[in-house]
T-cell receptor, first 109, second 116 residues
Framework: SQQGEEDPQALSIQEGENATMNCSYK?????LQWYRQNSGRGLVHLIL?????REKHSGRLRVTLDTSKKSSSLLITASRAADTASYFC?????????FGQGTRLTINP | DTGVSQDPRHKITKRGQNVTFRCDPI?????LYWYRQTLGQGPEFLTY????????KSRLLSDRFSAERPKGSFSTLEIQRTEQGDSAMYLC??????????????FGQGTRLTVV
């Protein structure tokens, strides 16, 4: 069963705008990771945030983690058409990653 | 190409047939994972290996599914007596396990199975 739940399930914005996706989870975690998946392809790792971290940046990506609320957010700034994809959060508390249902992001030119 | 490789990329089989998929992880990675993904859903965990040992198997996996990693390198996932509900993308991932699980997983392109 999935642990993470992403919100919204689908998001459509104009190129250049910022996109924010949220993830909620249920159990304690060691870390939380975000992955991107282009249609019909494998997943690509974007960023990992440890349970003792609150915020992390990587290029145009910003991830926050609030362990008290069991939630995380992924912000993509200055979106581009190439950012169109599905985005998944994945939590780890033992030896495996448990994925959410994903957010389908569409960037309109 | 030093990434995770899966073979075949696509497989169409008749209901009741057996199928086997192969995954070649990144060479120095000691952990290997299998996931299943259906359209519009996130990947569901099936099983994982640390070297050649299968350490966890999801309750989603029926007795028709078996996975091996005989020498701690490549892995195979076999589905016996396939059913239409087995139609999905089967994803393999590998990682280098250190302390805990604070490492990223690298995914292959997946094997898309269609059972007709």
């Amino acid at each position: 069963s999935q642990q993470g739940e992403e919100d919204p399930q689908a998001l459509s914005i104009q190129e250049g705008e910022n996109a924010t996706m949220n993830c909620s989870y249920k159990t304690s975690i060691n870390n939380l990771q975000w992955y991107r998946q282009n249609s019909g392809r494998g997943l690509v790792h974007l960023i990992l945030i440890r349970s003792n971290e609150r915020e992390k940046h990587s290029g145009r990506l910003r991830v926050t983690l609030d362990t008290s609320k069991k939630s995380s957010s992924l912000l993509i700034t200055a979106s581009r058409a190439a950012d169109t994809a599905s985005y998944f959060c994945a939590t780890s508390n033992t030896q495996k990653l448990v994925f959410g249902q994903g957010t389908r992001l569409t960037i309109n030119p | 190409d030093t990434g995770v490789s899966q073979d075949p990329r696509h497989k169409i089989t008749k209901r009741g047939q057996n199928v086997t998929f192969r995954c070649d992880p990144i060479s120095e990675h000691n952990r290997l994972y299998w996931y299943r993904q259906t359209l519009g859903q996130g990947p569901e965990f099936l099983t994982y290996f640390q070297n050649e040992a299968q350490l966890e198997k999801s309750r989603l996996l029926s007795d028709r599914f078996s996975a091996e990693r005989p020498k701690g390198s490549f892995s195979t996932l076999e589905i016996q007596r396939t059913e239409q509900g087995d139609s999905a993308m089967y994803l393999c991932a590998s990682s280098l396990a250190g302390q805990g699980w604070n490492t990223e997983a690298f995914f292959g392109q997946g094997t898309r199975l269609t059972v007709v």
